[in-house]
């Protein structure tokens, strides 16, 4: 976390020149009756773009709770800086903290630094990939034991596409190996589909899917996956 507070406080006094973007994504579940089932998804994104340099400020939350016991609780938050450099050539360095109690994580820290190159840079069609090098401190819930430490990589590619003047598509595949422990590798994907109500308001139908070769609870399964209609805020 001394991490993440410090990115945030190094990057702020810059705010004041950049270009500024948001977006707010909200999803609620409620039923009653015979089922009573709760559950809450927000995501927030901030972009302030300065020249030629993108920080970005995001995170998420997600509650649930079924019968009136608690069934999901992860969350994440991230701070990360972009340069764009010539001919398509991108470089980044970020840093996440993240947890999910039902997972076994009680907190997991990623550092990741890498290049990405954008394949396709048209106004209503953009591809691209990264590829990098991640160090996580990992530690488990109700564990006395010193925290996990593992060396990874990391391979993302991001499919953009402006379907119709209000239909926009993304699709979008990550690989995660672990250089220090070689079978637990995850593998992460998406797609949405988003239709805009007006300048402001959108509606997004989105699928994502984790898979963990190794879960940090053996029992677990080893995918993980949600469907979300959700209402977004962009400006």
């Known amino acids: 976390m001394k991490k993440l507070i ?3 406080v ?29 559950t809450w998804n927000l995501k927030s994104r901030n972009d302030y773009k ?5 920080y970005q400020l995001s995170g998420h939350y997600t509650y649930g709770e079924a019968g009136g016991f608690e069934s999901a609780r992860n969350w994440d938050a991230k701070i990360g800086y972009e340069r764009h450099l010539k001919k398509g050539w991108l470089g980044y360095i970020s840093e996440q903290v993240e947890g999910d109690k039902f997972k076994g994580i009680d907190s997991r820290y990623n550092t990741d630094i ?3 190159l954008e394949l396709i840079n048209e106004e209503k069609h953009k591809l691209k990939t990264e590829l990098g090098y991640r160090y996580t401190i990992e530690k488990h819930r109700n ?6 430490k593992y060396h990874k ?15 926009f598509f993304r699709v979008w595949l990550e690989y995660i190996p672990n250089f220090s422990e070689g079978s637990d590798y995850m593998f992460n994907g998406g797609s949405s589909l988003q239709a805009s109500l007006n300048s402001i ?4 139908v989105s699928y994502e899917g984790n898979y963990d070769n190794m879960p940090t609870i053996a029992s677990n399964k080893k995918y993980d996956y949600q469907y979300t209609t959700s209402l977004i805020a962009k400006f």
Do not use: W
């Open 114 to 116: 890498g290049a990405g």
């Open 6 to 8: 410090l990115g945030l």
């Open 50 to 54: 300065l020249s030629k340099s993108n």
């Open 201 to 204: 308001f959108s509606l997004k």
């Open 153 to 167: 990589g990391r391979a993302y590619i991001e499919n953009d596409q402006q379907l119709t003047p209000t239909l």
């Open 10 to 38: 190094c990057f702020l006094p810059m705010l004041s020149h950049a270009e500024f973007s948001h977006e707010s994504e909200v999803s609620i579940l409620n039923t009653g009756g015979n089922s009573e089932l709760s």
């Open 143 to 148: 564990s006395i034991q010193a925290d996990d």
